[in-house]
């Protein structure tokens, strides 16, 4: 038996966008089941992000701590952000985003995991990448607002993020599966066996 998700549509019958925001919206649709009834569903509509765990030399992850108002804490994440164009290829936007946040660049790029972050409520879809060969971006630093202005930035090793994923210590998404996916993929068959940074993506379709 493979174990692999498939792709399905059930028919919509009517759909709404009762709230649009900057960059997420907020839509209604009526699904029919299939015993026919009818039920309403509202969920969020994402553009999609992109995600970097970006491994140095000594076997640390560089993180950042930024506050997160829907939780109402400060996590300690991965470098990440959306996918703010249609169709941007995400090995691109994985680069702009480590950048911007944390000034660093990469030689070595492979996928990790995609990922939908919370499906029964929101189609964001999230790849998830490793980033080896660091070095310090040159160029001025990218000027931050708003919560990244209060934002802090470390390098932990990746055995602590493992250890305070498992106890419960650290909750951001993309750091769990990021640093889990990483982990198992050094005891399965290695780094070099990862995807390609170029791998197709069908939740958001991309030129390469």
């Known amino acids: 038996m493979q174990v692999q998700d498939t792709p399905e549509e059930w028919r919509v019958v009517a759909t709404t966008t009762p709230f649009t925001g900057n960059k997420t919206?907020?839509?209604?649709?009526?699904?029919?089941?299939p015993d026919g009834?009818?039920?309403?569903?509202?969920?969020?509509?994402?553009?999609?992000?992109?995600?970097?765990?970006?491994?140095?030399?000594?076997?640390?992850?560089?993180?950042?701590?930024?506050?997160?108002?829907?939780?109402?804490?400060?996590?300690?994440?991965?470098?990440?952000?959306?996918?703010d164009v249609?169709?941007?290829?995400?090995?691109?936007?994985?680069?702009?985003?480590?950048?911007?946040?944390?000034?660093?660049?990469?030689?070595?790029?492979?996928?990790?995991?995609?990922?939908?972050?919370?499906?029964?409520?929101?189609?964001?879809?999230?790849?998830?990448?490793?980033?080896?060969?660091?070095?310090?971006?040159?160029?001025?630093?990218?000027?931050?607002?708003?919560e990244e202005a209060d934002m802090e930035l470390a390098r932990v090793p990746l055995t602590d993020l493992v250890r305070g994923v498992l106890a419960g210590e650290l909750h951001n998404n993309c750091l769990v599966v990021g640093v889990l996916s990483l982990m198992a993929a050094r005891t399965g068959d290695g780094l070099d066996a990862l995807r390609p940074a170029e791998a197709p993506w069908p939740a958001r379709p991309f030129e390469a």
């Open 25 to 33: 919206s907020v839509r209604t649709d009526d699904v029919v089941m």
């Open 37 to 83: 009834s009818v039920v309403r569903r509202d969920y969020q509509v994402h553009p999609g992000s992109v995600a970097v765990v970006a491994l140095d030399d000594q076997d640390r992850v560089v993180l950042l701590k930024q506050y997160r108002h829907p939780v109402r804490q400060k996590l300690w994440e991965i470098p990440a952000g959306l996918l």
């Open 86 to 146: 249609p169709g941007e290829n995400p090995l691109h936007a994985a680069q702009r985003e480590l950048y911007e946040e944390a000034h660093v660049k990469a030689e070595d790029w492979r996928v990790l995991a995609d990922v939908y972050t919370t499906p029964g409520g929101c189609d964001e879809a999230v790849r998830i990448f490793l980033a080896r060969d660091l070095s310090e971006a040159e160029g001025d630093r990218f000027e931050v607002a708003e």
